[in-house]
């Protein structure tokens, strides 16, 4: 199994800027992809960013210009930067890996979450 360890988040003020880092470890083939999501009490999670071991990225619109998502393959480590936060950026972010196992399985693998609040 994967174990997804999150540091970074807290609080900013609008306009700031924050930054997340997920590290994986355990036993594992390959993690095709890397990704963080956001959720708000009583809201479905919904996709921040997402990243593939080859660099290819993936944005939802509401954070295009602001955040970036970054990955250190040898580290099997995926960054988020937050710029510009907003107020409606307030949540808990969740890092996960797609994981791939020696023998072909796949698998989703989650984080604990990190607070992110933004003050206006």
């Known amino acids: 199994q994967v174990q997804l360890m999150e540091s970074g988040g807290g609080l900013a003020q609008a306009g700031g800027s924050l930054r997340l880092s997920c590290a994986a470890s355990?036993?594992?083939?390959?993690?095709?992809?890397m990704g963080w999501y956001r959720q708000n009490p009583g809201k479905q999670r919904e996709l921040v960013a997402v990243?593939?071991?080859?660099?290819?990225?993936n944005y939802a619109d509401s954070v295009k210009g602001r955040f970036t998502i970054s990955r250190d393959n040898a580290k099997d480590t995926v960054y988020l930067q937050l710029n510009g936060l907003e107020p409606e950026d307030t949540a808990v972010y969740y890092c996960?890996?797609?994981?791939?196992?020696?023998?072909?399985?796949?698998?989703?693998?989650w984080g604990q979450g990190s607070q992110v609040t933004v003050s206006s």
């Open positions: 355990g036993i594992f083939f390959s993690i095709p992809t």
């Open positions: 996960k890996a797609q994981v791939r196992t020696r023998i072909g399985i796949t698998y989703d693998s």
């Open positions: 990243i593939t071991a080859g660099g290819t990225t």
